[in-house]
């Protein structure tokens, strides 16, 4: 009964690191990405949208990250365990998320380019499989 738990234990701290990896990985690719990309490509067709420059609410952008984490932890991670390979369960979420996010701005904003979502939405794929393929499911 002891091993039982110990191996609980362990069990519980490789899949905590192993998460904790992914939301720091998710996290600065996202920095990275967010940072070099809005000069470029986010700043120009948010001010065109709302012709006024573009000045993020922190508060909704924290909102939405702790619902993509909810989703790397919640769907990604249990989704993998049914493909051979995590980066395809991993990358259709992230196609998923920010295709949803891209394809409504564009049904809603008629200055939303389409460049924009595809661009946007292949960001989602590639960020979300290189979490897949970092993912251990062991």
Same mark, same amino acid.
């Given at each position: 009964?002891? !091993?039982?738990?110990?191996?609980?234990?362990?069990?519980?701290?490789?899949?905590?690191?192993? @998460?904790?990896?992914?939301?720091?990985?998710? /996290?600065?690719?996202?920095?990275?990405?967010?940072?070099?990309?809005?000069?470029?490509?986010?700043?120009?067709? !948010?001010?065109?949208?709302?012709? %006024?420059?573009?000045?993020?609410? /922190?508060?909704?952008?924290?909102?939405?990250?702790?619902?993509?984490?909810?989703?790397?932890?919640?769907?990604?991670?249990?989704?993998?365990?049914?493909?051979?390979?995590?980066? =395809? %369960? !991993?990358?259709?979420?992230?196609?998923?998320?920010?295709?949803?996010?891209? @394809?409504?701005?564009? %049904?809603?904003? @008629?200055?939303?380019?389409?460049?924009?979502? =595809?661009?946007?939405? #292949?960001?989602?794929? =590639?960020? !979300?499989?290189? #979490?897949? #393929? /970092?993912?251990?499911?062991?």
């Amino acid at each position: 009964k002891i !091993f039982e738990w110990i191996k609980n234990i362990y069990i519980y701290i490789i899949w905590y690191m192993n @998460t904790t990896q992914l939301i720091v990985l998710y /996290m600065t690719m996202e920095y990275v990405w967010i940072s070099s990309m809005t000069p470029l490509l986010y700043k120009q067709v !948010f001010s065109d949208i709302q012709r %006024a420059p573009m000045k993020p609410n /922190m508060t909704y952008a924290m909102m939405a990250y702790v619902l993509i984490l909810i989703s790397i932890v919640y769907i990604c991670i249990p989704l993998s365990k049914v493909y051979s390979h995590a980066w =395809i %369960a !991993f990358g259709l979420v992230g196609l998923c998320l920010y295709g949803i996010y891209n @394809t409504t701005s564009a %049904a809603v904003f @008629t200055k939303y380019p389409l460049d924009m979502v =595809i661009i946007d939405t #292949l960001w989602g794929f =590639i960020c !979300f499989s290189i #979490l897949g #393929l /970092m993912y251990s499911k062991d």
